[in-house]
Each structure stands twice: as C-alpha cells, then as structure tokens.
C-alpha cells in the first residue's frame, strides 16, 4: 500500500524560496512519472510540475523558470525547488504519480507566500 509524505512548506516572503521533498514507501517512484500539484483555498487541485523515469521534466507555464523538479528513485524522494515565490503560489502542495492517483494523495504541505 502506497504512502506519500510531503514536507518543507512554510511562510516565505515574495521573491524567496522553498525546497518541497516527498518521500513515498516501496519503489513507487522508480516504476512511475511524478509530479506535484496545488491546491488553493476554494480552487481545484492543480498540476505544476512532472518528472518521467527518464527525467524528462515538464511544468505549468505559472512556475516555469522558478521551479525545479527531481527526483531520486534510490531514496524514493522527489524534490520541487521553489525560487522566486509570488502570493500566487500560495497553496498545498501534494505529490503523486504523475497520473494523480486517488488513493496515492498525502497530507500536502502548507506554502503560505506573503509580506
């Protein structure tokens, strides 16, 4: 049974940064794509960024050139590099397979982006 653990949100003034980490049981992330998603207050969840096997990195044009995703299969963890933060990018982030499986969805991680 999968489990997904996001961490590393927090209060960020804009402009600054944040580095997210998920860590999956088993080798989930070896056998899948990955990405991370968002969700704000009273809006649906939202795709920002994936990772193939391959490492072929693909992400919304709202975070294009701010954020960074990887991956490291031998650990099961992937990382999104968050540079640049605007309000905007206030939300919970969650990781998952790339397909966004509905019984893979962790607890998230609180970005809160303000002055």
């Known amino acids: 049974q999968v489990q997904l653990v996001e961490s590393g949100g927090g209060l960020v003034q804009p402009g600054g940064s944040l580095r997210l980490s998920c860590a999956a049981s088993?080798?989930?992330?070896?056998?899948?794509?990955m990405a991370w998603y968002r969700q704000a207050p009273g809006k649906q969840r939202e795709w920002v960024a994936s990772i193939t096997r391959d490492n072929i990195k693909v992400y919304a044009d709202s975070v294009k050139g701010r954020f960074t995703i990887s991956r490291d299969n031998a650990k099961n963890t992937v990382t999104l590099q968050m540079n640049n933060l605007k309000p905007e990018d206030t939300a919970v982030y969650y990781c998952?397979?790339?397909?966004?499986?509905?019984?893979?969805w962790g607890p998230g991680t609180q970005v809160t982006v303000s002055s």
């Open positions: 088993g080798s989930l992330f070896s056998r899948n794509a």
């Open positions: 998952n397979t790339d397909g966004g499986r509905r019984d893979y």
